[in-house]
């Protein structure tokens, strides 16, 4: 955690003499005589030697892109940039942590693969062996859903940040640089510890089970539905809220998900889908999905959770086969309540936060009850000062 230090001077006219337990330099001029103590070296010499560590891993989005010219906000190639020279380029990062880089892969958030995702998370899990913080850098597209799904996987308590940025790094006013800047000061204060995975964009620090998209362009698209964690103003990192989870933070056997990716292999991970509701919506999405097999169907359904009466009719039979359900709104915000047989209520989780729990929950538990369970206690997270 990052601390001030504060620096004593002992000023005197005159110093005949002077008797301390350890060395003593003595820098005199005519009225001002500087007393430093060789303790207090060693401590500035060890202060610096034991700046946090962090590692920053690069994927690719916006943050990485590169301008048609320092104009061009909306035209860029993203994944251009290497996130060790973007790291090389930020100013005084030296001062806030030793920090390391390693190059994932250079692409739009949207194009990577939930086994791509699966590699992603035990990459941070292992660089937290030997790091104090993480920092991943991301597009914007599905950033709500990387985050999440490292959230709910990642063992460490150590934090993750995962930041990008709606405007290429080439451009003028663009927001990637303070973005990865506070990112590794946000890792390296350990302000998060216990947190889970945050997201940090436009000096605003949301939890990632909470945060989503809500703008294409605007510099501050990404909102909680219960508000802001925190902000981070220059040297200031003012947190105001913590997630659920990070009360479980006595007990780290409690904090923990059951969702340790080692235990499984990356092709076990179940297969979900999300189908959208609306007026007089027809049901063969859902026939479609459950022919093909897949394990679990998210629906984003009207006001508290409603579909129409054709998708209704083939998620009872899709139900028949073993699919899963698990039921969201459309409407952006609010919570889901109702169930019945072979469906779970999402609480306040959107589609596709709801599709990150669900197939996690398939792939580690058995049968209807156990998944049930699993999405019941991972994924309300309602917290409990009283226990």
Do not use: C
Request: aromatic share 6%; proline share 3%.
């Amino acid at each position: 955690m990052i601390r001030k230090k504060v620096k004593q001077t002992l000023i005197a006219g005159t110093v005949a003499s002077l008797m301390v337990g350890g060395a003593v330099t003595v820098a005199k001029d005519a009225t001002i005589t500087k007393v430093t103590y060789a303790a207090e070296e060693t401590k500035k010499s060890e202060a610096k030697q034991t700046l946090p560590k962090v590692q920053v891993i690069g994927t690719g989005g916006t943050i990485s892109g590169k301008s048609t010219d320092e104009t061009s906000f909306i035209d860029y190639r993203s994944g251009s940039l290497a996130i060790q020279d973007m790291v090389g380029e930020l100013p005084n990062v030296e001062k806030l942590a030793d920090v390391t880089t390693t190059q994932f892969g250079n692409k739009g958030s949207s194009g990577y693969s939930m086994q791509d995702l699966y590699d992603l998370s035990l990459l941070v899990d292992e660089q937290l062996k030997h790091n104090d913080g993480v920092v991943v850098t991301t597009g914007t597209d599905t950033m709500e859903e990387i985050a999440y799904f490292l959230d709910l996987t990642i063992q460490s308590s150590k934090p993750v940040v995962v930041t990008g940025s709606m405007r290429p790094w080439t451009v003028i006013g663009s927001d990637a640089q303070a973005n990865l800047f506070n990112a590794i000061k946000l890792a390296a204060s350990e302000e998060t510890s216990y947190f889970g995975t945050v997201i940090m964009l436009n000096d605003t620090i949301n939890s990632a089970r909470d945060v989503t998209k809500t703008n294409s362009y605007r510099v501050d698209t990404f909102e909680s539905r219960t508000g802001p964690l925190g902000y981070i103003d220059q040297d200031h990192i003012q947190i105001y809220e913590a997630p659920a989870r990070a009360i479980d933070y006595k007990n780290k056997n409690e904090w923990k998900t059951p969702f340790d990716l080692k235990k499984i292999a990356k092709e076990e991970l179940e297969k979900v889908e999300i189908v959208y509701s609306y007026q007089g919506a027809g049901g063969e999405a859902i026939k479609a999905f459950a022919d093909a097999g897949v394990k679990g169907i998210v629906t984003a359904g009207t006001g508290a959770g409603g579909i129409s009466p054709a998708q209704s009719a083939e998620r009872k039979s899709a139900i028949e086969k073993g699919v899963i359900f698990m039921s969201t709104t459309r409407t952006g915000s609010g919570s889901v309540y109702s169930s019945g047989t072979g469906i779970i209520p999402a609480d306040n989780l959107n589609p596709q936060h709801a599709r990150i729990l669900l197939m996690l929950a398939l792939s580690f538990g058995e049968g209807f009850d156990e998944v049930k369970e699993l999405v019941s206690e991972y994924g309300v997270r309602q917290a409990n000062v009283n226990e």
